[in-house]
T-cell receptor, first 115, second 113 residues
Framework: KAGVTQTPRYLIKTRGQQVTLSCSPISGHRSVSWYQQTPGQGLQFLFEYFSETQRNKGNFPGRFSGRQFSNSRSEMNVSTLELGDSALYLC??????????????FGPGTRLTVL | QQQVKQSPQSLIVQKGGISIINCAYENTAFDYFPWYQQFPGKGPALLIAIRPDVSEKKEGRFTISFNKSAKQFSLHIMDSQPGDSATYFCAADYSGSARQLTFGSGTQLTVLP
């Protein structure tokens, strides 16, 4: 099976702009989670989607949002970008509970730089 | 609130040595504890995971030791190799339907040849 794919891999934006990142999960996986990775704060959970519904949300401002489509692909959006939003944004997919594993499989990430 | 504390921040070992990374958690509702390995420019990849009903799990050169009463777990890498040089993260999750990994701060491991 193909792994989790994320596009684009690199992105440069300026303060105040908005950005949309895309994630395609492993085939058959219906849960998609997003994480932010920075040197200062480490890996932090943003939100999780399952069957097009947000099931869980981390402690991030409302500027961070996401959605999931019927084919399980997911997008996250950050509006009014701030310098502190510069980070590696990771997407992880996993099968539904009870499918034999609780593993979350991560994609390579999108490196966002805000100037 | 940091719910999973990881130490050390960095670790240097000689080839063939044992690398030990420790984690402690606060929330007793956690019941799934994975370790991830991350190379530069890559996403984290699952190494090994354990549940609280088991005190130790071994997969190849990697072993997790789990102490439920102390709320601590550790990763042991036996016969460490230069190719093991990476950043290691411990994490914790709940069994509920929603998924939310809480990560430790990471350990940068360097294995000298």
């Amino acid at each position: 099976k193909a792994g989790v794919t994320q596009t684009p891999r690199y992105l440069i934006k300026t303060r105040g702009q908005q950005v949309t990142l895309s994630c395609s999960p492993i085939s058959g996986h219906r849960s998609v989670s997003w994480y932010q990775q920075t040197p200062g704060q480490g890996l932090q959970f943003l939100f999780e989607y399952f069957s097009e519904t947000q099931r869980n949300k981390g402690n991030f401002p409302g500027r961070f949002s996401g959605r999931q489509f019927s084919n399980s692909r997911s997008e996250m959006n950050v509006s009014t970008l701030e310098l502190g939003d510069s980070a590696l944004y990771l997407c992880a997919s996993s099968p539904q509970r009870g499918a034999g594993t609780d593993t979350q499989y991560f994609g390579p990430g999108t490196r966002l730089t805000v100037l | 609130q940091q719910q999973v504390k990881q130490s050390p921040q960095s670790l240097i070992v000689q080839k063939g040595g044992i690398s030990i990374i420790n984690c402690a958690y606060e929330n007793t509702a956690f019941d799934y504890f994975p370790w991830y390995q991350q190379f530069p420019g890559k996403g984290p990849a699952l190494l090994i995971a354990i549940r609280p009903d088991v005190s130790e799990k071994k997969e190849g050169r990697f072993t997790i030791s789990f102490n439920k009463s102390a709320k601590q777990f550790s990763l042991h890498i036996m016969d460490s190799q230069p190719g093991d040089s990476a950043t290691y993260f411990c994490a914790a999750d709940y069994s509920g339907s929603a998924r939310q990994l809480t990560f430790g701060s990471g350990t940068q491991l360097t294995v000298l040849p």
